[in-house]
């Protein structure tokens, strides 16, 4: 297993242009979140899904979109990227239900780092 | 709207000197989970800790969580330099578990 894979691992974008991060994961997990992650900020939601065709709001959505097309994927969008979204971008993923009767942590995956100019 | 709050954010300590990390948080959650982050790493999951009184333990490191305090602790034990990392905590207020972040403890071990 993969696990979480993101793609690209690093990116750099003029104020204006647009990109779409990819997420994907191998573990037939429901859930998957987008979380950006700043310095001294901890980790703040972007963007969640509870199943494909699914999506809903985070703490801080502004400035972008998501989809869930296939269970095992999840699209981060940035229609117009601003210097204010140049940040490390993580997703993540996890069962909805215990598995193995264990509660379920969120998997990781290895984060995109994005600057924008 | 839920606050998570970790003291110290920076920490620096001698090997083998103990320590606790603390982890405040605002609303009532009975499901908290403690992560590591290595420098220009992801995040690595440490404990999860899902009732009152809850305690794990895994090698120098001990969590524990008192619901009824809204409070979480990292206790490190005789610490060593493999342990600097930053040292996250997060709330998770059920429905669809998305969690909310504590800003982080760097932890630096030096001998």
């Known amino acids: 297993n993969a696990g979480v894979t993101q793609t690209p691992k690093f990116r750099v974008l003029k104020t204006g242009q647009s990109m779409t991060l990819l997420c994907a994961q191998d573990m037939n997990h429901e859930y998957m979140y987008w979380y950006r992650q700043d310095p001294g900020m901890g980790l703040r939601l972007i963007h969640y899904?509870?199943?494909?065709?699914?999506?809903a709001k985070g703490e801080v959505p502004d400035g972008y979109n998501v989809s869930r097309l296939k269970k095992q994927n999840f699209l981060l969008g940035l229609e117009s990227a601003a210097p204010s979204q140049t940040s490390v971008y993580f997703c993540?993923?996890?069962?909805?239900?215990?598995?193995?009767?264990?509660?379920?942590?969120?998997?990781f995956g290895p984060g995109t780092r994005l600057l924008v100019l | 709207e839920l606050k998570v709050e970790q003291n110290p954010l920076f920490l620096s300590m001698q090997e083998g000197k103990n320590y606790t990390i603390y982890c405040n948080y605002s609303t009532t959650s009975d499901r908290l989970y403690w992560y590591r982050q290595d420098p220009g790493k992801s995040l690595e999951s440490l404990f999860v800790?899902?009732?009152?009184?809850a305690v794990k333990q895994e090698g120098r490191l001990m969590a524990s969580l008192d619901t009824k305090a809204r409070l979480s602790t990292l206790h490190i034990t005789a610490a060593v330099h493999d342990l600097s990392a930053t040292y996250f905590c997060?709330?998770?207020?059920?429905?669809?578990?998305?969690?909310?972040f504590g800003k982080g403890t760097m932890l630096l071990v030096s001998p």
């Open positions: 899904s509870v199943g494909e065709g699914t999506t």
């Open positions: 997060a709330v998770d207020l059920g429905g669809y578990s998305t969690l909310t």
């Open positions: 993540a993923s996890r069962p909805d239900r215990p598995t193995g009767g264990a509660w379920e942590t969120q998997y």
């Open positions: 800790l899902l009732s009152n009184g």
